[in-house]
């Protein structure tokens, strides 16, 4: 697939605004282990903020462009050439990449 087609692809797709973990939910449902294990990765904020925000036509481009090779991904927006592994990921997000081995 050319890259204006894999782009008009990613256009269409939803992009999910908001909070993607109901904290209070997992709570009800006596599941805090996940919510647990959540925090100690660093993941919990980032999954329950609520305003972050991104553009569409730029994350489309993203997603067209990207190409993982090895680990690293990289990627082309508004002529900026990105480049970064899980590391490099993790410390961008303000996460840990400890274990990501374990899951790619």
Do not use: I
Not at 11 to 36: A, D, I, R
Not at 44 to 68: H, I, M, Q, W
């Amino acid at each position: 697939m050319k890259f204006a087609e894999r782009y008009e692809h990613f256009l269409q797709k939803s992009v999910v605004w908001g909070k993607v973990v109901k904290v209070s939910y997992f709570q009800e449902q006596g599941v805090g282990l996940f919510l647990e294990k959540l925090e100690a990765q660093g993941w919990l904020d980032l999954l329950t903020y609520t305003k972050r925000k991104c553009s569409v036509p730029d994350l489309a481009e993203f997603y067209g462009n990207c190409v993982v090779t090895n680990g690293v991904v990289t990627s082309t927006v508004n002529d900026h050439h990105l480049r970064f592994d899980a590391k490099k990921l993790g410390e961008l997000l303000g996460v840990s990449s400890k274990g990501f081995d374990v899951y790619v």
